[in-house]
């Protein structure tokens, strides 16, 4: 990592306790688009919006992206995507999706919002020139943790409601993205920090974003926790896992990457996870996360597997 980076990681550092909110996207210069598109009828929330790459008729291979924001806020506009949607030079359509927050619904209905979107596309791909047989799942953050679900449970039936449309269609992706996702143990987070010395020790709060989106206090909950957990679905069948999280992470512990890559490793073997651990790094945010570097890194992973 260059000392440039270094310098704006330490500059753009959040605090678990006061995370930004990011901007909203400028796509004003992309012509072939379609805004707010239903993807399910239970909530005006979910919606997503698709583009489509300047040239070329298609099918296009999709990435499909879930915004971070502690299950808390955020939005398919936010300006987190922009990584994402430099895909569409690379022959990408892009999906950015919005799912029920923690204040309209708790879990699973996020991950039963993700799976609608993935069968919603896949069921429409044709409508809109994509290729249904190539969709991968990108998520940073909290999204990082639902897209770490839909590499995990596409076999899960109680992580999933049909009666959302497009049952007779199939939820699973073909590669995985995990941008410092909590994918392993929720109150795993606090003692994890605790050895570190990283971070603050706040995750196990009756109203943490983990206690919110799972509706209980995470402490007296654990069967909830572990119900949540995309390393406790691990199988042999997953998709290819790209993995990055920051060493410095201040936010989701780097352990939780690591123990969640070790456990996709065991299941399925080496050559489905790509882990990689950057010096230097912070918690999801701008400037450092819309690096040439990160977003290269994911689309060689892209073109090796999708």
Same mark, same amino acid.
């Not at 309209?104 to 044709?126: G, H, L, T």
């Given at each position: 990592?260059?000392?440039?980076?270094?310098?704006?990681?330490?500059?753009?550092?959040?605090?678990?306790?006061?995370? &930004? @909110?990011?901007?909203?996207?400028?796509?004003?210069?992309?012509?072939?688009?379609?805004?707010?598109? $239903?993807?399910?009828?239970?909530?005006?929330?979910?919606?997503?919006?698709?583009?489509?790459?300047?040239?070329?008729?298609? /099918?296009?291979?999709? +990435?499909?992206?879930?915004?971070?924001?502690?299950?808390? =806020?955020?939005?398919?506009?936010?300006?987190?995507?922009?990584?994402?949607?430099?895909?569409?030079?690379?022959?990408?359509?892009?999906?950015?999706?919005?799912?029920? %927050?923690?204040?309209?619904?708790?879990?699973?209905?996020?991950? =039963?919002?993700?799976?609608?979107?993935?069968?919603?596309?896949?069921?429409?791909?044709?409508?809109?020139?994509?290729?249904?047989?190539?969709?991968?799942?990108? &998520?940073?953050?909290?999204?990082?943790?639902?897209?770490?679900?839909?590499?995990?449970? $596409?076999?899960?039936?109680?992580?999933?409601?049909? !009666?959302?449309?497009?049952?007779?269609?199939?939820?699973?992706?073909?590669?995985? +993205?995990?941008?410092?996702?909590?994918?392993?143990?929720?109150?795993?987070?606090?003692?994890?920090?605790?050895? !570190?010395? %990283?971070?603050? $020790?706040?995750?196990?709060? /009756?109203?943490?974003?983990?206690?919110?989106? @799972?509706?209980?206090?995470?402490?007296?909950?654990?069967? %909830?926790?572990?119900?949540?957990?995309?390393?406790?679905?691990?199988?042999?069948? +997953?998709?290819?896992?790209?993995?990055?999280?920051?060493?410095?992470?201040?936010?989701? /512990?780097?352990?939780?990457?690591?123990?969640?890559?070790?456990?996709?490793?065991? $299941?399925?073997?080496?050559?489905?996870?790509?882990?990689?651990? @950057?010096?230097? %790094? =912070?918690?999801?945010?701008?400037?450092?996360?819309?690096?040439?570097?990160?977003?290269?890194?994911?689309?060689?992973?892209?073109?090796?597997?999708?």
């Amino acid at each position: 990592m260059t000392t440039q980076m270094q310098s704006q990681n330490k500059q753009q550092a959040i605090s678990p306790n006061r995370v &930004g @909110i990011p901007p909203k996207m400028i796509t004003n210069h992309l012509k072939r688009k379609f805004l707010d598109i $239903a993807y399910a009828n239970q909530s005006p929330t979910q919606k997503l919006d698709l583009y489509l790459p300047e040239k070329g008729d298609g /099918p296009f291979p999709v +990435i499909c992206v879930f915004h971070g924001g502690a299950w808390m =806020f955020g939005a398919k506009d936010d300006d987190q995507h922009e990584p994402m949607l430099r895909g569409l030079e690379k022959g990408y359509a892009v999906a950015c999706v919005d799912y029920r %927050l923690s204040g309209e619904a708790v879990f699973p209905s996020q991950i =039963f919002d993700c799976k609608a979107a993935i069968r919603f596309i896949r069921k429409n791909a044709a409508q809109y020139k994509l290729d249904g047989n190539r969709i991968a799942a990108w &998520g940073a953050s909290a999204g990082a943790h639902l897209v770490s679900l839909l590499g995990t449970t $596409a076999a899960v039936k109680e992580l999933e409601d049909l !009666s959302m449309g497009n049952a007779d269609t199939n939820c699973a992706v073909q590669a995985v +993205i995990d941008w410092c996702g909590p994918s392993d143990d929720f109150i795993q987070m606090d003692e994890q920090f605790k050895a !570190s010395g %990283l971070g603050v $020790a706040d995750h196990s709060l /009756p109203d943490s974003p983990e206690s919110r989106v @799972i509706g209980k206090h995470i402490l007296t909950a654990p069967d %909830l926790v572990a119900f949540a957990s995309p390393k406790n679905y691990v199988n042999k069948d +997953i998709p290819p896992f790209l993995i990055v999280h920051g060493e410095v992470d201040q936010v989701v /512990p780097v352990e939780q990457s690591k123990n969640f890559a070790a456990a996709l490793i065991k $299941a399925a073997g080496k050559e489905k996870v790509q882990l990689e651990i @950057i010096p230097g %790094l =912070f918690h999801h945010g701008f400037p450092s996360w819309h690096s040439l570097m990160l977003s290269d890194m994911a689309f060689n992973f892209l073109a090796k597997h999708l």
